[in-house]
Each structure stands twice: as structure tokens, then as C-alpha cells.
């Protein structure tokens, strides 16, 4: 079987990332049978299962996702005293962008409460909503990152309709219609927002209302809330994060109940602040103290996981948004960073936000609004960014436009190449634990290392900067020396002899050989990281 579907039929991903400890999955104690263990089939099996998994690790090692992000910047805006000033961009120039005139009531980034990002399926525009608490804006920007207009603020959207907000926490956009929470008023609203997700010329650059449900109410309350945070989306329903009821309320497009899900012992000592779902409707619940709780699509089992570890001090998460291009990658978004983390292993860190590349001034710049959304290339995902800060006692800040995608690297000559799966190396049925029954899945096991290693050409670089990061360099060609110190052939002492009793001493003699081949290999593929060396500063006294 060629090696790159079995990697994913094993429901496996390339999960590499630079500043992750690579270590195989299973260790010498793991391989080997023990002492007071009979070496059944099944038994034998097991061993064989451990070490063809790390092989396929091994394999998953020889690629790795670059921690540099974002990987281009198509323009950053500064913003001030109520009005764009595009004072300075990356990568664009002053006439690249339309002004807003000055008296358009931008309204202050400091402010923003929410933000959700959309892109227009028939037309290059992308529209960002977001609300200062009180008030639903709508910026709108072409694939370039070029600011194209303010559609509207809330007075234009709710005339006379008698809908009006007071703390807007949370969007979220589905079949084209926008939902809005309210988590003074405990309010849910629709609104047809197909001018902005299509090309409605009737409806363009407006909302219209559709209906709304919500007042205060506790959590046996089927349309009504306390303090609702969160919300999400999929195709077919929508979830409400009712945070001061510790629950989530699930309802269809047209907001009808449909369930709620009661999670008070989750939530007793873990307020919630934001939900999200992933590809699969798995449910994503960050909480006030910094722990993220991943539940399947029918909130019945969870896991937990604490964000300490990788805040910096002072720092408080704030939302999860998924990447729309790539369902292994999900956006961790704190008032200082922007994190990308697999969804298959969250603990994992793909990397962090670099902006003081792109004039950024961190830690003084607060991030307070981000969305993402397919770029036009359909490969990589256009994120927008809102900051804001305090220079001078003017308040200022910046909206930033990327393209970020994985942007995935390896060090194989090929990486498609046949190889003996489990299903051809496993004992079967009508087999026993016998010298040349044993051999021939040896053989298997060893032929797969050979090929796996004769296409390992080159070895990944990393450099740490003297802000502590660690960045991805690119790669080198091996060396002699360490092709030769991962070089191997098979012989006699790889196999039980055939007039040798097999025994537990001479399986694990066998099964050492192969392991310790993997250990040579993964040494191989550890990033070599190189420290920017550390330059005295020259300062002048008075």
C-alpha cells in the first residue's frame, strides 16, 4: 500500500510543528514482551502494532508546518480619532486604499465586543461585522486588503424594526443569514445577510430583519437566557453558549429549541466566554480561566485542557475561530496573541501570531477583534485583525488583512512510496508464533524502515530569536556522517534462527533491532536550531 494513504487511513495527520518535542509513541518498555507474558498472537500482534506505529510517526516527522505566521500581510491601516488614517501599510501603498471621511463614526476599536468574517461568494469583497456593544459596523474589504467602505452602523440596520442592543457578544453567519447575540438584553437575533455573503444587488451592503427570541430567563427556559456569551454555527442548527445558566442551547436556522444541554458541574468554577465547532460539530467551550473544554457533537464526552502553559503573564484567551481551509487548524485568539493550534492534538501549538514583523507593538497593542475566512484561492485562510492601543494618551489602533495557511514542508525525495501495511505484517488466524511466521513479518517490518530511510534526504532548520520564538529556516541536505550513522542492512541478527527456540529473550533481541533503528531515524529528523546570539546594545549617557 502506498504509504501516504495508510498514514491517513489510520486516521493520522502530519501534526508537526517546530517547538514540539517529537518522541515515538511508544518506548522500548512499550515494545518489548515482558518476562512473565506468553508470546500468544495476539500478544505478538500488539508488539508489531507498537512498532509499525512509530514507523508511521517516524513518517509523519518527516513533515513539518512552518511556525513563521502569518505567512503574507497585505496591508495594515493605523486608526485614530475616529477616523483611518493610512498613515503606513505592509506590502501597499497609500493610493491602494479609500479613505473614510471623517466624519463616518468609526467607531472606537477599544470598544469592539465581537467579530466574524465573511467572504461573498460571487463577488471579491469580504465583510467583517463587528459592534462596539450597542451597535452592529459592517467594514467591507476586496481580496487585496484594501479598505473598500463602512456599509452601516446600527440606526441603519434597526429603524423601524425596534431591535436595539446594548452588549452585542457574539455573530455568527449560516445559509446567509447573520445571528446576533445580546448578552445584556438576552437576545438572539436574525437578520438575511445576503447582500454581504452573496451577490444580492437588491440587498447589498444591508440587513434585513428576520426575528428574534430571547428575555432573561434560566436554563429550563427554551428561548430565553442569562448572560449568553457565545455562539455557533453549522448548516443545519445553532448553538447558543448561555454562560450565566452554564449551558448550551441548541436550536434549528429558524430558532426553534430543539435541546439543552445542562453542564453545571463543567461550569462551576470554569465561567464560559465562547464556543465554537469544528468540522466534525465537535463543541469547543473556552472559559474565564483559561481552560478549553472539547465536547463530540452530542456534548456527552469532553476533555479539558489548561491554557496556562502557554499565556504570557497578564494574558486572558478570548475566542476559538476555525480555520475555513484547513480542518486540522483552529485560531486561539488571547488580548495579546493570535495562536494556531491541530485540532486533532490541541495541546499542540503550531505556532503564534509574529506581528511585531509587521509593526506591531507588543505587548501594548490589544487585540479585540479577528475573523477568518477562505481566501480567494480556496487553499489559505484571509484573516482580519483589530487592535488597539493608547500612544500619547490618544487612543490608536491598527486593522490588519493576512493570508495564513500551514504551509507544510518536508525532507523526503518522494513521499508516496509503496509499503507492507499492518494488515500484510500481523500474524493471521491460521498462523503460530514460529521461527519463519515470526521472520517474514520481520522482513516486513524491516523493509519498510529501509524505504522510509532511503528517502530521508535533508534535515529541517529552526532558529530561535531573541524574543524566545521558535522559527522555522527551511532545510538542509544530510551529511555523510549522518547518512551513514542511519545507514543499515539486514542480517542474521535481525531474525530468530531457525533452529532457535523462539523465546521471549529471542523475540525482543529481534524487536530491539528494529526499535533502535527507529530511535537512529528519529534523531535524524529533530530540528537543528541555532540561537540568534545575544548583541550588546550601546546606550548613550547623560
Keep these: 500500500m502506498n504509504i501516504k494513504n495508510d498514514y491517513y487511513k489510520e486516521g ?33 500482534n500488539l508488539k508489531f502494532k507498537h512498532l509499525y506505529d512509530n514507523f508511521l510517526y517516524l513518517y509523519g516527522c518527516t513533515q513539518i508546518a512552518s511556525n513563521v505566521v502569518p505567512i503574507s500581510c497585505t496591508g495594515i491601516a493605523g486608526v485614530s480619532a475616529g477616523s483611518i488614517n493610512f498613515t503606513w501599510q505592509v506590502g501597499l501603498s497609500t493610493s491602494q486604499f479609500i479613505p473614510l471621511s471623517s466624519n463616518n463614526n468609526l467607531l472606537e476599536l477599544d470598544k469592539i465586543t465581537a467579530g466574524y468574517l465573511v467572504k461573498n461568494k460571487d463577488k471579491d469583497q469580504y465583510s467583517f461585522f463587528t459592534s462596539n456593544g450597542g451597535a452592529i459596523t459592517v467594514f467591507n474589504f476586496d481580496s487585496y486588503g484594501s479598505y473598500i ?10 429603524a423601524g424594526y425596534g431591535v436595539f442592543y446594548s452588549n452585542i457578544t457574539a455573530f455568527s453567519v449560516s445559509n446567509d443569514y447573520l445571528f446576533v447575540l445580546d448578552s445584556k438584553l438576552n437576545r438572539l437575533a436574525k437578520y438575511d445577510a445576503s447582500g454581504f455573503t ?31 456569551r457565545g455562539l455557533a454555527s453549522n448548516d443545519s442548527y445553532l448553538l447558543v453558549l448561555d454562560s450565566g445558566n452554564s449551558s448550551i442551547k441548541k436550536y434549528d436556522l429558524n430558532l426553534n429549541w430543539v435541546q439543552t444541554y445542562r453542564l453545571f458541574t463543567d461550569f462551576a468554577s470554569a465561567y ?10 465537535n463543541v469547543y467551550i473556552l472559559t474565564q480561566n483559561n481552560k478549553l473544554f472539547l465536547y463530540d457533537n452530542n456534548v456527552e464526552n469532553k476533555q479539558v485542557y489548561d491554557l496556562n502553559d502557554l499565556r504570557q503573564e497578564g494574558e486572558n484567551f478570548k475566542r476559538i475561530v476555525f480555520s475555513p481551509s484547513d480542518n486540522n487548524v483552529f485560531y486561539l485568539i488571547s488580548d495579546k496573541n493570535v495562536y494556531k493550534k491541530a485540532v486533532k492534538i490541541p495541546a499542540n501549538t503550531i505556532g503564534k501570531y509574529l506581528l511585531y514583523l509587521y509593526k506591531y507593538d507588543l505587548p501594548n497593542d490589544i487585540i ?10 480556496g ?43 499492518f494488515d500484510d505484517i500481523e500474524f493471521k488466524r491460521d498462523e503460530y508464533v514460529q521461527n519463519w511466521v515470526f521472520n517474514k513479518a520481520l522482513s516486513k517490518l524491516i523493509i519498510n524502515h529501509m524505504r522510509l530511510r532511503d528517502q530521508i534526504i535533508g534535515k529541517f532548520l529552526a532558529e530561535r530569536d531573541r524574543r524566545g520564538n521558535v522559527l522555522f529556516k527551511g532545510t538542509r541536505y544530510l551529511l555523510i556522517n549522518e547518512l551513514d550513522s542511519i545507514y543499515f542492512e539486514q542480517d542474521v541478527t535481525f531474525y530468530v534462527g531457525v533452529n532457535e527456540v523462539v523465546t521471549n529473550n529471542s523475540i525482543n533481541r529481534t524487536l530491539k533491532k528494529i526499535y533502535d533503528i527507529q530511535v537512529l531515524l528519529l534523531s535524524i529528523l529533530k530540528a537543528e536550531t541555532t540561537n540568534i546570539p545575544f548583541v550588546e546594545q550601546a546606550i548613550a549617557l547623560n
Excluded: C, H, W
Excluded at 402 to 413: E, G, R
Design 198 to 228: 452573496t451577490g444580492n444587488n437588491v440587498m447589498q451592503d444591508r440587513l434585513f430583519y428576520v426575528d428574534s427570541i430571547g428575555n432573561f430567563g434560566t436554563s429550563t427556559s427554551k428561548t430565553d437566557f442569562y448572560d449568553p
Design 149 to 158: 467602505s463602512k456599509a452601516f452602523a446600527q440606526n441603519d440596520v434597526d
Design 368 to 377: 479585540n477583534g479577528f475573523g477568518s475566512a477562505i481566501s480567494q484561492n
Design 272 to 281: 464560559p466566554i465562547d464556543i465554537s465547532l469544528d468540522s466534525n460539530s
Design 379 to 421: 487553499i489559505s485562510d484571509r484573516n482580519v485583525l483589530f487592535t488597539t492601543n493608547i500612544l500619547n494618551g490618544t487612543k490608536v489602533g491598527k486593522i490588519g488583512n493576512f493570508y495564513d495557511n500551514l504551509n507544510l514542508f518536508d525532507v523526503l525525495a518522494v513521499n508516496n512510496f509503496d509499503i507492507y501495511n
Design 12 to 44: 493520522l495527520i502530519f501534526d508537526r510543528y517546530l517547538g514540539l518535542d517529537v518522541k515515538l509513541p511508544y518506548s522500548y518498555e512499550d515494545v518489548r514482551i515482558q518476562p512473565n507474558d506468553t508470546a500468544t498472537e495476539s500478544l505478538v
